[in-house]
């Protein structure tokens, strides 16, 4: 079992930057890729930012690029999204997320979630 705990969530003022962290304990797998997610409201989930375990090949939702980074540290089994620009419409629930790499693609392991409030 692996269990997801992120962290790093809160109040911020439009503009200001935010770093949310996720942490991975449990099993571990040769490769994998680890994910945020992020829910608003009376909205859907909807994808953030994903990374390779290497660190090497990192997604971005398009919305978020230019603005949101997304890193990994293999050595405390931490990814972090640092989010900078932040805009009321970054306001949700983010979740960090783990995926096995398997086809189709889908995310086995998820945290709890992290409230990022953004305001205008």
């Known amino acids: 079992q692996v269990q997801l705990v992120e962290s790093g969530g809160g109040l911020v003022q439009a503009g200001g930057s935010l770093r949310l962290s996720c942490a991975a304990s449990g099993r571990t797998f040769s490769r994998y890729r680890m994910g945020w997610f992020r829910q608003a409201p009376g909205k859907e989930r909807e994808f953030v930012a994903a990374?390779?375990?290497?660190?090497?090949?990192?997604y971005y939702q398009d919305s978020v690029k230019g603005r949101f980074i997304i890193s990994i540290d293999n050595v405390k089994n931490t990814v972090y999204l640092q989010m900078n620009s932040l805009k009321p419409e970054d306001t949700a629930v983010y979740y960090c997320a783990l995926s096995l790499e398997g086809v189709p693609l889908k995310y086995d392991y998820w945290g709890q979630g992290t409230q990022v409030t953004v305001l205008s």
């Open positions: 990374i390779r375990w290497s660190g090497s090949t990192a």
